[in-house]
Nanobody, 122 residues
Framework: QLQFVESGGGLVQPGGSLRLSCVAS????????INWFRQVPGKEREGVAC??????????FYREPVKGRFTISRDTAKNTVYLQMTALKPEDTAVYYC?????????????WGQGTRVTVSS
């Protein structure tokens, strides 16, 4: 069963950077689209970035608020997907999760992990 462990979150000042990691076990990440989601207490979880499967050429997609600031990438050898976040804003504060789907425009099918908390504050 494909499962993920997220890490890399922390406290950062506005304008700072973080790199989140999503390490997979149970299957090879290349076969799936991998999504990063985030959730703020009291709000629905929202997708922020996605990288398509190897068969779909590893295309990347971003939600508008993070375009130009976040970069999603995949390291096949480490079976890990990263989310490089730059120019962070207070509104990026959330718990970040990763999940797999068949394509970037389909719902994820993996169970949610514990996520990694990102706090952007001065």
């Amino acid at each position: 069963q494909l499962q993920f462990v997220e890490s890399g979150g922390g406290l950062v000042q506005p304008g700072g950077s973080l790199r989140l990691s999503c390490v997979a076990s149970g299957s090879t990440l290349d076969y799936y689209a991998i999504n990063w989601f985030r959730q703020v207490p009291g709000k629905e979880r929202e997708g922020v970035a996605c990288i398509s499967s190897r068969d779909d050429h590893g295309d990347t997609f971003y939600r508008e608020p993070v375009k130009g600031r976040f970069t999603i990438s995949r390291d096949t050898a480490k079976n890990t997907v990263y989310l490089q976040m730059t120019a962070l804003k207070p509104e990026d504060t959330a718990v970040y999760y990763c999940a797999a789907s068949s394509r970037c425009d389909t719902r994820p099918f993996t169970t949610w992990g514990q996520g990694t908390r990102v706090t952007v504050s001065s």
